[in-house]
């Protein structure tokens, strides 16, 4: 399988501050990069989806102005949470598609943002 | 409705005991099918794939395919107290490469 890392692993911030997450293939490029989001006893909802060198693909009702995401380069995807509100309080999970490959989905260990 | 079905459970079996999850898909023409296992706090860890009909297994793991019936099955075999977690079950429907993703099935293997 493939290696993904994300940074940092937990972060704690103000309401109204901005809140950036890397997530990094370590062992392979990674031309896509899916960006999730779960709350406590809920399934996986995906964000986005992030293509190297164009702008993400957002799903229907996650704000792409709130949400930023940066996929400059094939192995670093960025998601920037602008302005968080406690509501945003979440665990954000990175996937990665080996490129040509199957549909599987590699997994970032996840970042657990709680906006105060 | 769902796209991806999933008893939400909890399951409960003694440990040693044969564990199976079931999920349900409502597009026919759906391709790739995945289990993910994932520990509470964790994030998703993958099980197994599978591709067309029939029976794919790995190690204790089984993984059974019926697209005429649309269902996708996992069976854990002598199941341990560390395969307790909630398992997500993901399909890959038509020409969108995206997985449509299960709500999970809570796993708990007494000891």
């Known amino acids: 399988g493939a290696v993904v890392s994300q940074h940092p692993s937990w972060v704690i911030c103000k309401s109204g501050t901005s809140v950036k997450i890397e997530c990094r293939s370590l062992?392979?490029?990674?031309?896509?990069m899916f960006w999730y989001r779960q709350f406590p006893k809920q399934s996986l909802m995906l964000m986005a989806t992030?293509?190297?060198?164009?702008?993400?693909?957002?799903e229907q009702g996650v704000e792409k102005d709130k949400f930023l995401i940066n996929h400059a380069s094939l192995t670093l995807s960025t998601l920037t949470v602008t302005s968080a509100h406690p509501e945003d309080s979440s665990f954000y999970i990175c996937?990665?598609?080996?490129?040509?490959?199957?549909?599987?989905?590699?997994f970032g260990p996840g970042t657990r943002l709680t906006v105060l | 409705q769902k796209e991806v079905e999933q008893n939400s459970g909890p399951l409960s079996v003694p440990e040693g005991a044969i564990a199976s999850l079931n999920c349900t898909y409502s597009?026919?023409?759906?391709?790739?099918f995945f289990w993910y296992r994932q520990y509470s706090g964790k994030s998703p860890e993958l099980i197994m794939s599978?591709?067309s009909n029939g029976d794919k297994e790995d190690g204790r793991f089984t993984a059974q395919l019926n697209k005429a019936s649309q269902y996708v099955s996992l069976l854990i075999r002598d199941s341990q107290p560390s395969d307790s977690a909630t398992y997500l079950c993901a399909v890959r429907a038509g020409n969108n490469r995206k997985l449509i993703w299960g709500l999970g099935t809570s796993l708990a293997v007494n000891p």
């Open positions: 992030s293509n190297e060198g164009s702008k993400a693909t957002y």
């Open positions: 996937s990665t598609r080996l490129a040509g490959g199957t549909d599987t989905q590699y």
């Open positions: 597009d026919r023409g759906s391709q790739s």
């Open positions: 062992d392979f490029q990674a031309t896509t």
């Open positions: 599978i591709y």
